[in-house]
């Protein structure tokens, strides 16, 4: 559905929404353009907007699972047709939404056979499941399947070894994805007056996981950059003597060091062994030779040239 519509970020900034939609699985998609832009200033509050709606948002998200009877990811659940890691993999496509500050936790109880859904959670009232036909696992015989489930806020997204709060007994931490907004594209545009001057106008394409509206999440990024600069211009510059190091000393940081490889969308095999060769993040995977990775466990050609290719066509790293 198509929607035209404008809102005001400030007293002098006026977005117009050109497009909203919904599309699948409870996603959302929005078009905005900002005009009046001086020339240069398009590209800029693109980028900064691009930088916050993709970093900045508070999210909800699965953080671990307690499951009867189970100890660790590497255990089997009787009856149950998929793998402990498989289930994990599962949970991080259920989308929640809440304004939760608190940790809050859920629950299953199911007597087989039958498909477990993510509307299969028993859920706080103020937390909400954007899709809840969202598939978990199956249960191919008559046992019965206990799930505890621990839910929390938070922004960007975390591993599972990075734990912001304390471990919980029996707990198995996953890696968590809390940022609302998937994707952000923007364009900018010049517009030329009757006098020949240049304004530039930007238009911003917004993709979230349904959890907030694009809208929303314009409004919520916008409100975290004014309060930013607010408490710049609140407090004096002070001006403090400082070390200057040598340049040779400073190591610049990988971008993707830390990024989990649930990024590269692999197949169920070449993940799965990665995760219990305790391989979590492309920094990990990096300090491995591709000789390394096929001495690992059930780790064939095919799994080392999938995860090959991902790495050079998804982040132009080849691996030598």
């Known amino acids: 559905m198509n929607v035209t519509k404008n809102f005001i970020i400030n007293s002098n900034l006026l977005v117009e929404c050109l497009k909203s939609e919904k599309i699948d699985s409870g996603s959302m998609y929005g078009q905005f353009l900002i005009n009046s832009l001086s020339s240069g200033q398009g590209i800029t509050v693109g980028n900064l907007l691009r930088r916050v709606l993709l970093s900045d948002l508070k999210g909800t998200a699965i953080t671990g699972v307690r499951i ?5 990811e590497f255990s089997l659940i009787p009856g149950v047709r998929e793998d402990i890691l498989e289930i994990l993999l599962n949970l991080k496509g259920i989308i929640l939404k809440s304004d939760i500050s608190n940790r809050q936790f859920g629950r299953l109880r ?3 056979p039958t498909v477990i859904t993510a509307s299969s959670i028993q859920l706080p009232s103020e937390i909400k499941i ?10 191919s015989s008559s046992h019965i399947v206990e799930i505890e489930f621990k839910i929390e806020s938070g922004t960007k997204y975390r591993l599972a070894n990075e734990l912001f709060s304390e471990k919980f007994e029996d707990f198995i931490e996953t890696d968590a994805i809390f940022m609302p907004v998937q994707k952000v594209d923007f364009k900018v545009e010049n517009v030329y007056d009757n006098l020949n001057n240049i304004k530039e106008r930007l238009f911003l394409d917004v993709w979230t996981n349904g959890s907030i509206s694009p809208e929303q999440a314009i409004l919520s990024g916008s409100n975290l950059i004014i309060e930013l600069f607010k408490s710049i211009t609140k407090h004096k510059i002070k001006k403090e003597h400082e ?6 000393k400073i190591k610049p940081i990988d971008p993707y060091t830390r990024m989990p490889i649930e990024e590269l969308q692999l197949s169920v095999r070449p993940y799965n062994c990665l995760k219990k060769a305790q391989i979590h993040t492309i920094g990990d995977l990096l300090k491995y030779s591709p000789e390394k990775l096929l001495e690992l466990k059930n780790f064939g050609r095919k799994s080392a040239h999938e995860v090959f290719t991902t790495l050079k066509n998804k982040l132009g790293i080849i691996l030598k």
């Open 110 to 112: 199911l007597t087989g």
């Open 130 to 139: 954007i899709n809840p036909n969202h598939y978990i696992a199956t249960i």
């Open 68 to 72: 009867a009877g189970i100890k660790d």
């Open 243 to 248: 070390t200057i190091k040598e340049k040779n």
